[in-house]
């Protein structure tokens, strides 16, 4: 059975019609080729499929794209400015070494994004309470914890 | 540049893409008209194939193939090899049973390749896939390895389950010894089983190109020169020539990835067959049944003392589990790569170590992050750690009396270490984990109802893999060198390849700051390429904590070429003697004058020869150069962890872990800390979350990340890490390398800790909360 679905991604509208088991991922990696929002487990509890959908963190593994219908999506391909400067989120992680094989790193940051709203000034534990569903096997988090308590200050315009 | 760019904190040059989602990791390669497999798994452990219906998926929609054991058989395609030869204590050989890419007749794990579906879409080969009937006679399944021998036979070729026994060291010395000691300490143990678990799973994109009769695969791998060398000589037959493997990024490895899997075989054939791109990547599920395992030791291990605390001789006997087939180096890790490191940071005069590996209907163990360094320093720091609680010494204190200080120093297990300072990161790891103040915390955490323990642990592991003809005499059968080659461009950029692979140590900024450095350039005109066979003339890839020991060495002597050409160049436009021209960063002077020429000046005469010494020099700047390292390079380090425990659920945290390493020259401090932050969760996630378990069927009970703990954000502390630095005697950089050493020292701090925190003697890996709860109420 095949779906037309309709949504924004990355601020520019798109539409395809698909097959109706088709993830949310599949069709941002396979039909958009947008292949930064990565697959890790397949089974929602790695985190590095997160992207936005209206602004909160979800796992586009876990929902099909007709869910998506009408949202608007945002990958890590969007979250650079246009002219290729980093959002403060991700020059917090390169500054802070947050990330080694970058495996991860898409879902982290957008997981943080928006954590960072809600936590203008997080704790360490604050951090890692919201890092439950993101998993990375290179950092032993500490870089990544660093990155996020930073990059949710520079967010907020906190030094 | 002025600055030394060594031991330059420098952010990384790959990030970028990597934060910005352009980096391009095997499943994001995307071949017109690509095709997808789909495996057909065994769900026994140990079963004989009687019959494989496939006729309804070869008639579902899009399917373009279905693939069997017997259609590899047919085609004469080879099993995979195992690439490290152990000589038996006979003097027999080790047992080599077929390791073929589908399995052919039997199958012996859970997760076993049974057939194959290529179809248009992904969907359509998982759909066909499961139409697939195949008829099993179950066979009773082993997977305890101590009841290796006298089990039914897994293999026709070793009828005892055992691959080998193989033992080092002086048996009759070492018993002579344990029969005059006044202490002895025996420890019975495990060290568990481990599922490594990289965040991206194995991928395979493979395409034929009829044109010209050649292969190009992209896969997630550590050494993807290896993977062409296994595949096209002892697998497919193929010419070297006509196969390119192109490892691109790759998202983590830790030694699962270094090895030819099946999966990589079969959609290599299967392009040709097809004239179609075949792509493969593994559901984590699949990751978890057929990625290689790690570690499963059993250990009996005895340390012979003095009424002083001097260390005598150690006894270690251990059954090594290597699961159902031999992976690509699975013989050298319980051998080679752990009895080797069985002195650790002592003098122990003797040493006997016996392994017996067998066969198991259990997914095959390899490499893994350490690989053999951690089951040996866990054996050592165990016992050390014991004997001084049973002999009321201080463990610090045993310790410092046993150190080697001598260097270099043979060892009674083969080992020659070039150089070390033990008694320096175990005095600076103590100040910094202020062990002094030990005692007041754990008074305050027991008025919170926690009990603290502190635990140390003095690891030592031997890297820089590894010196060809050693590694040769005990049984590689490849050479163990690396490759490097440094183009230098008109305008005087340049690029950099190496045989070493990145999957996340950060080479791409590493080696250009050594190169950056030691030509004066500028860091961006610098580029790193790396895992490509069509590009890099040879590598042997990344385990093993080699890159900057071996790779960044040859890149080293590639530099020394590229300088030794230029000053013969710039001594010509000079107008000068090649022994009076000097190189300073960036800049060839005749010594002792003002007269001078930049390097790209230099580098753009070599390449637009209008007056050049055609008649000495060959135009061009290019050099490569292979290097073979005369040893093993030898970090070491001490870590120090507390843990609290929660009486009342036994639910134990790392409270904090303080680890100072001496990893020789440290190019780039940041990226070597990320390294043993890493190394640390992994080694905590060994100690405290992660156990691989089958039921006595065979069948994988921790095969999701539901059930199989690697640390989350919440498991792990920050890290206090330092360094101290004895350089490497051997190589041009005294480096060491840094990748693996957390993940060897933290397991025994953990439990040294955890035993310390209980005062019990011993308590299983991993030391979750159920098991310390019972370990508590057992006490009690």
């Keep these: ?31 958009l ?51 290729g400067t980093l959002h403060p989120m991700q020059a917090a992680f390169k500054e802070n070494h947050g990330l080694q094989c970058g495996f991860c790193t898409p879902g982290m940051v957008m997981n943080a994004l928006d954590f960072a709203k809600s936590h203008p000034d997080p704790t360490e534990e604050e951090v890692r309470d919201s890092l439950e569903g993101n998993l990375c096997r290179c950092t032993g988090y500490h870089n990544i914890v660093k990155s996020i308590m930073a990059g949710a200050r520079a967010m907020a315009g906190k030094p | ?122 969907a359509q080969a998982r759909d066909a896939a499961e139409l697939i009937e195949v008829d099993y006679e179950v066979l009773p399944a082993l997977v305890d390895p101590v009841k290796a021998k006298g089990a039914p036979a897994i293999h026709e070729a070793a009828p005892d389950n055992t691959c080998y026994v193989w033992a080092l060291g002086d048996k009759a010395a070492v018993d002579s010894a344990f029969a005059k000691a006044a202490h002895v300490t025996k420890l019975d143990f495990v060290n568990n089983r481990l599922i490594p678990n990289a965040i991206e799973p194995r991928a395979a994109n493979a395409t034929y190109s009829r044109a010209e009769a050649a292969y190009t695969l992209y896969v997630a791998s550590q050494n993807p020169h290896v993977e062409r060398l296994l595949m096209t000589a002892f697998v497919l037959g193929l010419p070297e020539n006509k196969v390119r493997v192109v490892a691109p990024d790759v998202g983590g490895g830790f030694g699962s990835k270094i090895y030819l899997y099946p999966e990589d075989v079969v959609v ?76 650790g940071q002592y003098t122990t005069p003797l040493i006997h170590c016996e392994v017996t590996a067998v066969f198991t209907n259990t997914t095959p163990v390899d490499a893994y992050r350490g690989a053999g360094r951690p089951e040996a320093t866990y054996v050592v720091e165990r016992l050390v750690e014991t004997a001084a609680r049973e002999m009321k010494l201080d463990p610090a204190g ?58 140390y642990a003095c690891y030592i592991e031997a890297c820089g893999i590894a010196p060809s003809n050693v590694a040769g005499s005990l049984g590689a059968r490849a050479g163990l060198f690396e ?166 659920t036994g639910a134990t945290q790392v409270v904090a872990f303080t680890a100072v390493d001496d990893f020789g020259k440290v190019i780039n401090p940041m990226i070597v800390d990320g390294q043993v932050h890493g190394g640390l969760a992994q080694g905590i996630g060994q100690a405290l979350t992660e156990g691989c378990r089958y039921d006595s069927t065979g069948q994988l009970l921790t095969g999701s990340f539901s059930d199989y703990a690697i640390p989350r954000a919440g498991d792990v502390p920050l890290f206090k890490l330092d360094t101290r630095e004895t350089p490497c005697t051997h190589n041009p950089l005294g480096v060491k390398g840094c990748g693996e050493a957390g993940a060897i020292g933290a397991p025994a701090a953990v439990m040294n800790a955890i035993t310390d925190a209980l005062g019990v003697k011993d308590l299983p890996m991993p030391a979750t909360a159920q098991t310390v709860w019972r370990s508590m109420h057992k006490a009690a």
């Design chain 2, 483 to 648: 490759a490097g080659e440094i183009r230098v461009h008109p305008t005087g950029t340049v690029t950099v390849f190496t045989g070493s692979h990145s999957h996340g140590q950060g080479h791409e900024t590493t080696f250009a700051q050594v190169v950056a450095d030691r030509l004066g350039l500028p860091m961006e005109n610098v580029d790193i390429v790396h895992g490509d066979t069509s590009k890099v003339l040879f590598g042997m890839g990344t385990y093993g904590s080699r890159s900057i020991a071996v790779g960044g060495t040859a890149i080293v002597k590639a530099l020394d070429k590229i300088i030794a050409k230029g000053r013969k160049i710039a001594a010509h436009l000079l107008e000068a003697a090649e022994a009076d021209i000097e190189y300073d960063r960036g800049v060839f002077k005749v010594a002792g004058t003002d007269k001078q020429k930049t390097f790209g000046e230099v580098a753009f005469a070599a390449y637009v020869p209008h007056h050049y010494p055609l008649d000495k020099l060959e135009p061009g700047l290019n050099e490569n150069a292979f290097y073979d390292p005369t040893n093993f390079t030898f970090p070491a380090g001490s870590y120090v962890c507390e843990v609290e425990v929660d009486r009342d």
């Design chain 2, 398 to 455: 045993i310790r410092r009396k046993n150190f080697i200080r001598q260097f270099p120093y043979q060892t009674p297990v083969a080992l020659c270490y070039d150089t070390g300072n033990y008694e320096a990161t175990l005095d600076a790891v103590m100040k910094m984990a202020d062990v002094a103040g030990f005692k007041q915390r754990k008074e305050e955490s027991l008025r919170k109802g926690r009990l603290r323990g502190l635990g």
């Design chain 2, 268 to 343: 290599t054939w299967a392009a040709k067959q097809l004239n179609r791109p075949v792509k493969w990547t593994a559901e984590r599920t699949e990751s978890f049944v057929s990625d290689a395992h790690g570690r499963d030791h059993v250990t009996t291990a005895e340390l012979a003392l003095d009424r002083d605390g001097r260390f005598l001789a150690l006894r270690v006997r251990t059954t090594a589990n290597l699961g159902a087939y031999l992976s690509t180096f699975a013989s050298c890790i319980p051998t080679i790569l752990y009895a080797t490191l069985l002195a």
């Design chain 1, 33 to 83: 080729r947008l292949t930064g929002t990565h697959v890790g487990c397949d089974t929602a509890q790695c985190g590095a499929c997160t992207v936005l959908m209206n602004g909160k963190a979800i796992k586009s593994c876990s929902i099909v794209a007709m869910q998506a219908e009408g949202a608007d999506i945002l990958t890590i391909e969007g979250v650079a400015k246009p002219d």
């Design chain 1, 1 to 31: 059975m095949s779906v037309k679905v309709s949504m924004k991604v990355n601020g520019k509208p798109v539409s395809a019609d698909l097959e109706a088991r088709t993830l949310l991922v599949t069709f941002i990696r396979e039909q």
């Design chain 2, 1 to 122: 540049m002025t600055a030394s760019l060594i031991g330059a904190r420098i952010q990384r040059k790959e990030d970028y893409r990597f934060l910005t989602g352009a980096g391009l990791y095997t499943d994001d390669v995307a071949l017109p008209g690509q095709a997808y497999a789909a495996f057909v798994r065994s769900p026994h452990a140990h079963a004989r194939i009687k019959k494989i219906a496939a006729d309804q998926a070869k008639k579902s929609p899009a399917v373009l193939a279905v693939y069997t054991g017997a259609d590899l058989a047919a085609a004469k395609v080879g099993g995979l090899p195992c690439g490290w030869l152990i000589t038996d204590v006979n003097g027999q050989p080790m047992k080599e049973p077929p390791y073929p890419p589908l399995a052919q007749g039997k199958v012996r794990h859970v997760g076993e390749r049974v057939a194959v579906v290529i179809a248009e879409s992904l």
